[in-house]
């Protein structure tokens, strides 16, 4: 008997596939419940683990948007809640400085790239702060991106510590570079004292004997018995023998054996009347004079006769820088340095200067780029020598135009 045209065996056929449909269903159903339940487990690890992280971290989408930050993001952006940053973009949270970078690390993060961004921000307080960034890819199980995650750790406190571990080696270097120059000018000191005692002591003993043959020289050159051709030889002896004293006397000097006799003076008259000794021997050798002294420039305390032994030693030198003749240019004037008064003395001349690798040197004792013979190299450092002794300070520097220029500070005192 057939039952609606169906055979017993359809019908138990059609029963047994509904069942079986029925089983993969709830299987379906079961394994969709776990997938959710591992899903909620995995949000919920990931909230507990943003949540006691020190970091700052945000998830956003491939789009840029913000979908989830923990309670740090909201702190560090200075935010109520997570609620204002939730559904807007991450870069406008930024410098606009620092933006453009974070968009081209973004979407190299869309391409399975990771990046990493150093940058500041200003807190509301006006306070600098220093980021570390990382931005990561997050992937499903295709490998396909689908989301980032956005961490960035505060390092403001690491970033002062650097900077103050900076500050204090510099201020390290400086003191081991400042003890480096003291220990050189002690072992300077040390040799130019022990220098000034060994030529004190030649210089004295040159000089007594020195002089008996000078006046023996002078009496035998008068002497009018002495045949014209000898006495000639003795004035060369004699003019020889006074180019020894002058040495001997510039090693006195430099030795520092008189004190410095300092009265009231004028250096304007002073200048006119050394320059005054050179004016014929300048004019000779066709060197002009320009003079310019400060009208009412007030008195110095100082020895008249060392402030014209330096101010004759320059004014020699600039001669000889000028064999063939120039311009020699002499001014004064009151200036003001560190709070005191000076009076100033420019010497310069239109030579061809000094070579720079002798500006150095120039007040060395000895140091000389005279020919052998014609130069003790005393000068500058006996010029320099009176001048630090009077409080004051000599440099020579290279004019622009050509040339050279020394200048003299002398301190000034009220009288």
Excluded at 1 to 16: A, P, R, W
Excluded at 33 to 40: D, N, S, T
């Amino acid at each position: 008997m057939e039952d609606h045209g169906k055979t017993k065996e359809q019908l138990i056929n059609e029963l047994v596939g509904a069942r079986s449909r029925i089983a993969e269903l709830e299987a379906a159903e079961t394994e969709h419940q776990e997938a959710e339940e591992a899903l909620r487990t995995s949000e919920e690890r990931y909230r507990t683990l943003a949540e006691s992280s020190p970091d700052c971290i945000k998830l956003l989408d491939l789009e840029g948007t913000i979908i989830e930050c923990n309670t740090v993001a909201v702190q560090c952006f200075e935010q109520k809640s997570k609620e204002d940053f939730i559904g807007k973009k991450l870069i406008p949270f930024f410098p606009e400085e620092y933006q453009p970078d974070l968009v081209e690390a973004i979407d190299g993060v869309r391409q399975g790239q990771e990046a990493r961004i150093q940058l500041q921000t200003r807190a509301s307080t006006g306070a600098l702060m220093y980021w570390d960034i990382t931005i990561n890819p997050i992937r499903d199980e295709a490998d396909q991106v689908i989301s980032i995650l956005f961490a960035g750790r505060d390092i403001t406190e690491r970033k002062r510590s650097e900077e103050e571990l900076r500050e204090r080696h510099e201020e390290l270097k400086q003191s081991y570079d400042a003890l480096e120059r003291a220990q050189a000018s002690i072992v300077a000191a040390e040799k130019l004292a022990a220098l000034g005692r060994l030529t004190a002591g030649v210089s004295h003993e040159i000089l007594n004997p020195l002089n008996i043959i000078t006046m023996s020289l002078q009496l035998m050159t008068s002497d009018p018995e002495t045949p014209p051709e000898i006495a000639r030889q003795f004035r060369i002896l004699d003019e020889q023998a006074d180019r020894i004293v002058k040495i001997a006397q510039d090693l006195l000097y430099f030795a520092r054996q008189r004190k410095p006799e300092r009265l009231w003076l004028d250096f304007n008259e002073t200048l006119q009347r050394t320059l005054g000794l050179l004016a014929r021997d300048l004019h000779l050798q066709n060197i002009a004079v320009e003079l310019t002294l400060a009208e009412g420039l007030p008195p110095l305390l100082a020895d008249q006769d060392q402030l014209q032994q330096v101010v004759l030693n320059l004014l020699t030198n600039a001669q000889d820088a000028m064999p063939d003749g120039g311009l020699l240019i002499l001014s004064t004037e009151v200036v003001e340095a560190d709070g005191q008064r000076f009076a100033e003395l420019r010497v310069e001349d239109t030579g061809e200067g000094i070579a720079p690798e002798h500006l150095e040197n120039l007040f060395d004792p000895f140091f000389t780029t005279k020919p052998v013979g014609e130069g003790t190299g005393l000068g500058l450092s006996i010029c320099q020598g009176i001048v630090e002794a009077h409080g004051g300070s000599i440099r020579a520097e290279n004019l622009p135009e050509g040339g050279a220029a020394f200048v003299i500070r002398l301190g000034m005192e009220e009288g």
